[in-house]
């Protein structure tokens, strides 16, 4: 398994982590809820989210270049297709999710349900795209 695929894995492993475990702590807690967390609690929460991910996927990066410092260079041309056509699939799945999120915003959604569909839009298409690279990967 090269480098690159290697930290692809990694980074689904912790995005699945760290956002499946706040969405199925959040979605429960307060589905049906007209008690929900205030703006200023919604900026944190999106803060941590946006930051947890990017802290562990450096960690983890740095301590696959330690163990194979060879293969931690930049990328051949193989990598690079793969790169660009799982940017492709991730940013479709993006537009799908914004296209949601005006109907959410037309419809006079709370804000804590606007900024959740957003993170859940994010964070579907950070994995569609590291699906996608996986599947690259093992498919050739």
Same mark, same amino acid.
């Given at each position: 398994?090269?480098?690159?695929?290697?930290?692809?894995?990694? +980074?689904?492993?912790?995005?699945?982590?760290?956002?499946?475990?706040?969405?199925?702590? /959040?979605?429960?807690?307060?589905?049906?809820?007209?008690? *929900?967390?205030?703006?200023? =609690?919604?900026?944190?929460? @999106?803060? *941590?989210?946006?930051?947890?991910?990017?802290?562990?996927? +450096? =960690?983890? @990066?740095?301590?696959?270049? /330690?163990?194979?410092?060879?293969?931690?260079?930049?990328?051949?041309?193989?990598?690079?297709?793969?790169? @660009?056509?799982?940017?492709?699939?991730?940013?479709? *799945?993006?537009?799908?999710?914004?296209?949601?999120? @005006?109907?959410?915003?037309?419809?006079?959604?709370?804000?804590?349900?606007?900024?959740?569909t957003l993170l859940?839009? +994010? =964070?579907?298409?950070?994995? =569609?795209?590291?699906?996608?690279?996986?599947?690259?990967?093992?498919?050739?």
């Amino acid at each position: 398994m090269s480098f690159h695929e290697k930290s692809n894995l990694a +980074v689904l492993v912790i995005l699945s982590i760290v956002f499946g475990g706040y969405f199925a702590f /959040v979605f429960p807690r307060f589905a049906g809820s007209d008690d *929900v967390p205030s703006s200023g =609690a919604i900026w944190g929460l @999106m803060f *941590v989210l946006t930051l947890l991910p990017l802290v562990l996927s +450096v =960690a983890v @990066m740095t301590i696959l270049a /330690v163990f194979s410092p060879k293969e931690a260079g930049p990328g051949d041309e193989r990598d690079r297709t793969i790169e @660009m056509r799982a940017d492709a699939r991730g940013g479709f *799945v993006l537009m799908v999710g914004m296209i949601g999120l @005006m109907l959410l915003l037309v419809r006079d959604t709370e804000p804590f349900w606007l900024a959740n569909t957003l993170l859940v839009y +994010v =964070a579907a298409a950070e994995l =569609a795209k590291g699906l996608s690279r996986a599947i690259a990967y093992r498919r050739g």
